[in-house]
Nanobody, 121 residues
Framework: QVQLVESGGGLVQPGESLTLSCTLS????????IGWFRQAPGKEREGVSW????????HIAEVVKGRFTMSGDRAKNTVNLHMVDLLPEDTAVYYC??????????????WGQGTQVTVSA
């Protein structure tokens, strides 16, 4: 059964850091791009970054560039989203997805259940 499982969410204060992980089951990182998306209450889902499994490269949205980075671990079949200098506006449910590389959610076929990130003093 195909599964993407996110972990690492939580409550942090502004300026702190957090790393989210997305672990794939029945999918190989080498075969897919993995995207991270977020959805805040009352807002549309937006793409924040994606990682090319075959190429090993990452692509970061302008809105979080300079604060968010991605890395992949093929041995663990896991992709990580490293977030630093977090802001209250980063508060959202974060989802990872597997598909073709893009910040547009339509290109993704498989989705995780999401993990909550809350940035608050």
């Amino acid at each position: 059964q195909v599964q993407l499982v996110e972990s690492g969410g939580g409550l942090v204060q502004p300026g702190e850091s957090l790393t989210l992980s997305c672990t794939l089951s029945e999918l190989r990182l080498n075969d897919y791009a993995i995207g991270w998306f977020r959805q805040a209450p009352g807002k549309e889902r937006e793409g924040v970054s994606w990682f090319s499994g075959p190429g090993g490269t990452s692509h970061i949205a302008e809105v979080v560039k300079g604060r968010f980075t991605m890395s992949g671990d093929r041995a663990k079949n896991t992709v990580n989203l490293h977030m630093v200098d977090l802001l209250p506006e980063d508060t959202a449910v974060y989802y990872c997805a597997a598909g073709r590389g893009s910040l547009d959610a339509v290109w993704y076929d498989y989705w995780g259940q999401g993990t909550q990130v809350t940035v608050s003093a």
